[in-house]
């Protein structure tokens, strides 16, 4: 599932000469790498989570502070960088997940927060990212991730989408109690429905491309917790080091391949696709 949108109105705001970018794209292009990659972060900011908070005995607030901590270096450097550097995005994206992760488990866990509630406020706070981002922008576009006005919404935009996606995903499996490997039939069964929307029906694709991320993390999450979990509860009991070390293994071989190849790069020179003008 590719994303493309309308970027008329969005230079002359930010002031970039027509065909031409402030800089070079600053995320990678929507492919059948980049899906893969982002269901393993999720996976592996689920089982990470799992295994900082009860086998290391850090604890939920210890592993929040650490995670977010670690987070503000990475995103400080995914910031400085010139042009979208696949090292860089993707260890964002794996730290986001962990801390998406943690901020509604600390809601639902150290608060009591109900998760309808913690859903309903994560969709409100996302929405209205995508609200001012559209105002300020004049796109939704992440073809044009090329001003840090714009680098700050699209990470806001992605720290939000897992924490719905952890609330949501949560809500579903305590309301209908489906197990692990179930769940992540129905949520992939989820994003088909929506691909098929974009592709065969013609759902606008800003729309098909955020709402596949937002369930993308509760389908990586039903994966992580279904391979990890033990057997009695549902898992395959391969606990959640070896998932982790597997996934991470798999998600460091994908990213130095994209790095060699430049597969996943959208425009060459900070030249705008043609797709873009």
């Keep these: 599932m590719t994303e493309t949108s309308e970027t008329t109105g969005a230079h002359v705001r930010s002031g970039a000469a ?28 689920e089982t ?19 995670m977010s901590a670690l987070l503000i270096v990475v995103l400080v450097a995914q910031f400085r960088t010139k042009a979208y550097r696949p090292g860089v995005y993707w260890l964002a ?43 300020r922008e004049g796109t939704l576009s992440i073809h044009s991730i090329d001003t840090v006005s714009r680098e700050v919404y699209y990470w806001l935009a992605v720290l939000f989408t897992f924490a719905l996606g952890t609330a949501a995903g949560d809500l579903v499996a305590e309301k209908m109690a489906l197990g692990y490997w179930v ?15 974009h592709f065969a029906l013609g759902l606008n694709a800003v729309l098909s491309f955020w709402i596949a ?22 898992g395959l009991g391969f606990g959640t080091v070896v998932t ?11 990213v130095v391949y994209l790095t060699l190849t430049r597969k996943d790069v959208t425009d060459k020179g900070g030249v705008l696709n043609p797709r873009e003008a």
């Design 244 to 254: 982790s070390v597997l996934f991470l293994t798999v998600i460091l071989a994908l």
């Design 48 to 66: 990470a989570a799992d295994l900082l908070n009860s086998n290391l005995g850090m604890g939920l607030t210890g592993v929040s502070l650490l």
């Design 93 to 135: 994206v794996a730290l986001i997940s962990v801390v998406g992760t943690l901020i509604s488990d600390n809601l639902t866990d150290n608060l009591g927060v109900p998760l309808t509630t913690s859903t309903s406020v994560f969709a409100v706070a996302l929405a209205v990212v995508f609200a001012v981002w559209y105002r």
């Design 213 to 234: 991320y937002v369930l993308t993390r509760p389908l990586g999450a039903s994966m992580g917790d279904y391979l990890s979990q033990p057997t009695g509860d549902g």
């Design 183 to 197: 769940s992540a039939v129905l949520f992939g069964l989820a994003i088909a429905a929506v691909a098929v929307a």
């Design 18 to 45: 027509p065909g031409h970018h402030l800089r070079w794209n600053k995320v990678p292009e929507v492919t059948a790498y980049f899906w893969i990659i982002k269901v393993l972060c999720t996976t592996v900011g």
